[in-house]
DNA sequence: TATGAATGAGAATTCATTCAT
DNA sequence: AATGAATGAATTCTCATTCAT
C-alpha cells in the first residue's frame, strides 16, 4: 500500500498524510503502526528482499545447471523479481539515491552484491566449458545482462502482449546468440 | 554544478541552499540568476537536449550505414551523451519522476521518442537487408539495447580501466553476435 | 481573529505568523485548520458576505417602502453591516486593492453591483413618485450616499456618543433634506 | 512615476524594482536618487500637501465668503485636489494605513486636521448666519461631506461624461438643499 | 487504536538595500 | 550616474513527528 505510492511518487516525494490517506486514517494514525517513515521503507524492501537475497547467495554457491541453461535460469529469476516485487523493482530502481547512506540502502547493496556474484560464476562457468564466448570481458557481460533485467521493470506491463517468460526467453536469445544472422 | 548536485542528490533532495553554498553565495542571491529553482533544472536539460534531440532526429531520417555498422554507431552516440553530459544521464535516469508532467519532462520524452524512432529503423533495415536475425521482437531488442546505454551511465568511471569506446564495442559484440560460441 | 489583524494591518502586511501567534500557535500550526492565507482571507469574507448578498438581491426585487422611508432603510442597512462586521469594513474599504482579481475580490464586486441596483431602483422610485427631485443626476446621488456609508465604517466608534442610529438618521436628514435652511 | 505604481498596486505591493524598471534603470541604480523607499514616498506625499496644507490652514482664518459660497468653495477644493493629485489622493485613501507611524503618516493627519477645521468654520459661521439649519450636528454634516470628496477620487474619470465642476456643484445642491422636493 | 491539534525544523522565494566596478 | 552581483531578513508553506484525549 505504502509501496505502491512509494513507487508511483518516489519516496521523499510520498508524504507520511499520503499513505495514511490511502490507508483510510489520519497521518498520525499511522505512528500506531511504524515508528517512522523511514521505518515504513525498511520494512518494505526488507519483506522483498530477505528471501530473495538468501536465495541469490544459494545460487552462487549451488547451481548445476548447463552454462546456456544457467543464464536463461538467472535471467528469469531476476525478471520474476520485478513481476513479482513491481512496487520495490521500482523503489530501487527509481528512489534509491534519495535513502543513501542508509541501513536500508546497504541491504539493496548487499543483494546487488550476491547477484553480481551468482551470474560471475555462472559466466565464469560458461566460459571454462567453452559454452562461451572468452574474448567479452565477463564484467561487462554481466552489466550488459543485469540491465536488461533492472530496465525490464521500468516497461513491463503485465497486461501487455507478451508475457514475462515470452520476454525473458526473447532476451535470451538475444543476448545468448546475438542480434545478427551466422555469416 | 547545480547539475552536479542535482545528479547525486536527486532534483528533490537538492535545496537551492545546496546549490547556492556550492556557488559560494547565500540562497537569495541565487535568485539574481535565476528566476526558480525549476528554471535551474529546466535550462540544465535544455542546454543538454536540445543539439541531442535534433542529432537524434534527423538521424531517424536519413543514415545510411551498413546495418551493423549502424548499430554500433546507435549505441556508441549513446554512451558519449553519458560521457558527455553525465549529470544530466543521471537526473533523467534517477530524478525524471520527480518532476513529471513539467515541460522539462516533456522535452525527455521528446528525446526519448526521437531515440526509438532512430533505434527502430536501423533495426527494421537491417532485418529487411537480411542482416538481422528476423525471429526476434524488434521493440524487445531496442529495449535490451536502449537498457544497455542507460544503464551504462550508472556504473561508467571516465578514470576506470576501459574507455568507453571500448566498453560499447564489446556491448556491440555482445549484442550482435550473442555470448555463446557457434556451435 | 485574523479579520481583526487583517483589518488593522492591511492583508499584506498581515504575516501568518502574526495570525498565528493572536491565536497562540505557531504559524505552521495555521495550516491545520486553513490551506493558505489566502483561504483565511476568502473565509472571512464570504462569511460576511453571503448572507448579505442575497439580502442585498432581494431587495433590489421587492421593496413596497415609501421612498423617503427606503432611502432611510438602505441607509441604515448600509451602516448596520459595517457596524456588525467591522473588519470585513474596513478590509474591504482599505485593503481590497490587494487582492484584486482573486474569486474573493469577484464576491465583493457583486455585493458592490448588488447594492447599487437596489439604491437605484429606490432613487427611481422616488423620482417617479415626484417624492425626490428630478434635476438631480441618480448616479451622483447614489455615489454621495453610498460614500458616507463607506467613510462611515473609518470613524464610527462603538463607545462613542451617538449610536449608529442616531447617526444614520441625522445622515438621512442632511440628504433627503439640505443643510441649507429653506428661503 | 513612483507615485502612479504606488497608487495602482498599493505601497508595500509596489517593489523598488517596479519603480526602477518604470524608470528604465535597474533597482540599484534608483538609490542614486533616493535614499530609501520611504524617502521616495515620503518625497511624494510631501509635495502634494506641503502647499495644500498652508492653504488650508489660511482658509481656516480667513474666508469671508458668504455661508452657502463657502460650501461650494471647499467642496470644489477638495475634488480639485483629487483631480490634481490623483495619485497621491489614492494612496492617502487606500494605503495609508500600510505607513501608520512613520513622519509621513504624520503629516497626513496634520492635513486632515486643517481641513476638519476650515470646514468646521465655515459650517459654524453658517449657522450662526441663520444660512445652514442648527439641528444637524456640525461633526456629522462635515464627516459626511468629506466622505463625499474622499470617495469622488475613486470613481471620477477625468475621460468621463461629466466635469469634476459639474459633479461638485451637484453635489452641493444635494447635500445643500436635499434630495427630497420640498413639500 | 484512532483522532486532531500542535510542533519545529526547514523549504522556496521575495525584496529593500549595499557596494565594487 | 548606472550596473549587476550579492546580502540577509522576512515570508508563505510543507511535513515528519508528537501527544493529549
Known sequence: MAAAIFARKGVTNTTVRDIATEAGMLSGSLYHHFASKDEMLDEIIRNALDADIALDEALARSSELEPRAAVRELLHRGMRFAVDHPDVSAI?????????GTATYELIRRRDRAIRLAWTRVLERGVTAGAFRADLDPD????????????????????????????????????????????
Chains 1, 2, 3, 4 share one sequence.
Open 92 to 100: 530501487m530502481r527509481d528512489s534509491s539515491k534519495e535513502f543513501a
Open 140 to 183: 561487462l557481460v554481466f552489466l550488459a545482462m543485469i540491465s536488461v533485467v533492472i530496465s525490464f521493470g521500468r516497461w513491463y506491463r503485465p497486461d501487455g502482449p507478451r508475457t514475462m517468460d515470452q520476454i525473458a526467453d526473447t532476451m535470451c536469445d538475444l543476448l545468448l546468440d546475438g542480434l545478427a544472422n551466422p555469416v
